[in-house]
């Protein structure tokens, strides 16, 4: 099972399993943290997210071919897997899963798992067969590693509420986890792509959680939903973070859209809001709830 490495590797779905068959037989709880490498605190974040309700965790590295669009950075993606591994060991992870290509997508498979309306708008909209894409290596990684639970940030807001509807609605029987967003000094959301940033870009970056808390305080206080996010998008042009692909207001639990006057209280309670933005070659995306717990 193991590579040269302080940490035990799987490559196959025959020896993932094996392994968490063996943990489940003597009872523990096995946690699974799908992950796409390129290691930062936030994946770490959902590792200890893990070690708190497992006994077991595996986190899964595969850069998902299928939840790339044909203009999208498959290719660069950042690869480093001596660096991860090193990482995933420090966190106390348990099992490192890194299937190769032909395991998850072997010769003549054919399915794919098609989320449904909560994968309409927001980056459903921006990246045709994105959700596509993750459903099926998600639904692919639970049926590999059949964990109990499962962790998911809350960076990809979105993500996490599909694969939720996802998993109540394929009845696959793994509890799902979300874990809050984990920040630079400067409010920046962490993310793999935040390395392809420059310099002055880096900078700039750090405006895109300052603008969305300030257009959140504004609806928050009973400015209507339309004029501030009309604000915040010229304030996000004005600081460089364009084009904008889209700054929304959106019901937390269905990803409905709210209304654009001021909200109620209980609307308020119920929002979040969402932007993408491209900062050069760079796409960031951050989301943020109008009230704090
Ligand atoms: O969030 C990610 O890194 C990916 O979308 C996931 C869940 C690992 C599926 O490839």
């Not at 700039?204 to 998008?233: S, W």
């Not at 654009?260 to 070659?281: K, N, T």
Request: net charge neutral; with cysteine.
């Amino acid at each position: 099972m193991s590579d040269h490495n302080p940490l035990p590797l799987a490559r196959s779905k025959a020896a993932v399993r094996e392994a968490t068959k063996a943990w489940q037989a003597q009872g523990q709880r096995v946690a699974l943290v799908p992950t796409m490498g390129a290691l930062h605190d936030g994946h770490l974040s959902l590792i200890a997210a893990a070690r708190r309700r497992a006994d077991r965790v595996v986190a899964s590295i595969f850069v998902n071919p299928t939840q790339f669009g044909p203009n999208e950075d498959f290719a660069s993606y950042p690869r480093d897997e001596a660096a991860d591994l090193a990482k995933l060991a420090s966190a106390g992870c348990d099992l490192a899963y890194l299937p190769a290509a032909e395991e998850m997508y072997p010769a003549g498979e054919q399915t794919r798992v098609v989320p449904g309306a909560l994968a309409e708008p927001l980056d459903g909209a921006s990246r045709p067969g994105f959700f596509t894409g993750v459903c099926t290596v998600v639904a692919k990684l639970f049926g590999q590693v059949r964990p109990d639970l499962a962790v998911f940030g809350e960076k990809d807001f979105q993500q996490l509420a599909i694969i939720r509807r996802m998993t109540e609605d394929l009845a696959l029987a793994v509890e799902i986890i979300g874990a809050p967003i984990i920040r630079e000094a400067d409010g920046l959301a962490m993310s793999s792509r935040n390395r392809y940033l420059t310099p002055p870009e880096r900078r700039i970056a750090g405006r895109l959680p300052e603008i969305l808390n300030k257009v959140a305080t504004r609806i928050a206080g009973g400015v209507a939903t339309d004029t501030a996010l009309l604000q915040g998008l010229g304030d996000l042009e004005d600081a460089g973070l364009a084009p904008v692909d889209y700054l929304e207001l959106r019901r937390a639990d269905d990803l409905t859209p709210l209304p654009s006057r001021p909200l109620r209280r209980q609307e308020i309670e119920q929002a979040r809001l969402f932007a993408a933005v491209m900062l050069g070659r760079t796409r960031l995306i951050d989301n943020i709830p109008l009230t704090r717990a």
